[in-house]
């Protein structure tokens, strides 16, 4: 039986309105910065997961263009269009508050530390979470193990006792699985198909409704 629940931030428990793409293009334009494309952003995102903020990114993405923008405010920009499209998927609230009831709950979201606090905070879920742990507050990010290891030593469980949630397939259910992790993987409707590492899967829009059944199948003697 797992003794703790982990989840992914982004796109397993919360969605914004807009897609990133148009975010993107708006917070540009917002700051004065050449158009900017969603690839070269999650290339540079996944150079700069244990950063205090979004700044090395833009940093990095306009090294080399001819811009005055200041990639500062870039950031600030992209992170502040990003809170305001916000939300939470549908019951994902209550399901987070009925589970605690029964497990430890965490959370474990790779990105710079302001940015993603500052996500939690927008959806008022500071204490949402038994631990609740941003890669920029560690050695290292999704899929190293050590930031699953972290996340499982905040919540004083070994990870072999928790079950983790995600969508990505590298950062989550490559990375908590390497970790010892059972995983849930959530399904988009437009992502990878399901992974045959993960213990089980199930789909983004039905995850307050279908998760504590998958969990309650943990307790049985077949996983």
């Known amino acids: 039986m797992p003794r703790s629940v982990v989840f992914d931030l982004d796109y397993t428990l919360a969605v914004p309105t807009q897609d990133r793409t148009t975010i993107l293009r708006q917070a540009a ?5 050449p158009a900017l494309t969603r690839e070269a952003y999650l290339d540079a ?7 205090e903020t979004r700044e090395p990114i833009f940093a990095d993405l306009l090294e080399g263009r001819e811009t005055d923008a200041d990639p500062a405010a870039v950031a600030d920009a992209y992170r502040e269009t990003i809170a305001a499209s916000l939300e939470a998927l549908p019951g994902v609230e209550a399901m987070l508050g009925e589970l605690r009831d029964e497990y430890r709950v965490g959370l474990l979201t790779n990105g710079p530390v302001r940015a993603q606090r500052d996500k ?7 204490r949402a979470f038994d631990a609740a742990l941003v890669t920029g507050e560690l050695e290292a990010g999704k899929p190293d193990r050590r930031a699953f290891e972290a996340i499982a030593a905040e919540l004083d469980v070994d990870p072999g006792d928790v079950v983790y949630v995600g969508d990505e397939v590298e950062a989550d259910v490559y990375g908590a699985t390497n970790a010892g992790m059972d995983v ?6 437009d992502g990878p198909g399901p992974d045959p590492r993960a213990a089980d899967h199930v789909d983004q829009s039905a995850i307050a ?7 309650d199948a943990f307790d049985s003697p077949a996983k």
Do not use: M, Y
């Open 29 to 33: 334009a917002e700051a004065g910065a």
């Open 45 to 51: 995102h996944r150079r700069n997961l244990t950063r």
């Open 120 to 126: 939690i905070a927008t959806l008022g879920w500071e």
């Open 184 to 189: 849930v993987q959530v399904l988009l409707e």
């Open 209 to 215: 409704a279908e998760l504590p059944r998958i969990l």
